[in-house]
């Protein structure tokens, strides 16, 4: 589902962010990437969603070379990538249905396929009996689950969940980690990235390590020390 193969990315003033990075995460797994703030995770997301282009090496996406992928193709790729953020990114002035229904509206489906599709990714994140309320209106956990609907409406292959519990207390976090699992469970690939080790060390499962720009460790059923 994802190959980095000896990717290397270094911005204007010869900053070098990311250092022969390679690894490989196979459709269907569950994976955290792990790493202090400054060790280049953000950096890598933007690759695989091509806001950023590698500067060497290669970036692969379920078997698509996308290392130099053609401007024009983006938004079909970014279709098959769901991507959840910290701060939600909801828009303020849309209802929750609003908000999702957009994500369909912006790649031109029907009316039909957002009338369908809205309430059912609302169901699977249990926000179904409060679409008509505004993000405001909803708890911070709620707000997460909202922007997780929304990522799920183009039934993406891939989900990466970008710092998703760093503004939730641990509960709330605990919820939206389940919430993931369930996902993962029906085939949805999720790449995890995060610095908290309370949840990495509670699911014991892959763990990358990005530390100064590479790869320092990759191990199965892990915990997170650094």
């Not at 179904?128 to 183009?154: F, H, M, T, W």
């Amino acid at each position: 589902m994802i190959k980095f193969d000896s990717v290397h990315k270094t911005y204007p003033g010869n900053i070098e962010v990311l250092k022969d990075v390679t690894f490989s995460v196979g459709s269907g797994e569950f994976v955290f990437l792990v790493g202090q703030s400054g060790a280049g995770k953000s950096t890598l997301v933007k690759l695989l969603t091509s806001e950023e282009r590698p500067s060497k090496g290669r970036v692969e996406v379920g078997g698509w070379d996308i290392t130099r992928i053609p401007r024009r193709d983006i938004p079909r790729l970014r279709r098959q990538i769901g991507v959840v953020y910290q701060d939600f990114k909801l828009i303020e002035k849309k209802t929750l249905w609003e908000n999702v229904a957009f994500a369909l509206e912006v790649c031109g489906e029907s009316f039909h396929t957002v009338r369908t599709v809205v309430p059912q990714v609302l169901n699977i994140v249990g926000l179904e009996e409060k679409a008509d309320r505004y993000p405001q209106q909803l708890s911070g956990g709620e707000q997460q689950r909202a922007a997780i609907a929304r990522a799920l409406v183009n039934r993406p292959k891939l989900l990466i969940a970008d710092e998703p519990t760093g503004d939730l207390d641990s509960l709330t976090a605990k919820g939206i980690v389940d919430l993931l699992l369930r996902i993962n469970s029906v085939g949805t690939t999720i790449l995890f990235v995060t610095h908290n080790r309370e949840i990495v060390n509670m699911l014991k499962r892959r763990v990358i390590l990005i530390h100064d720009g590479g790869v320092r460790s990759d191990k199965s059923r892990a915990k997170y020390f650094l």
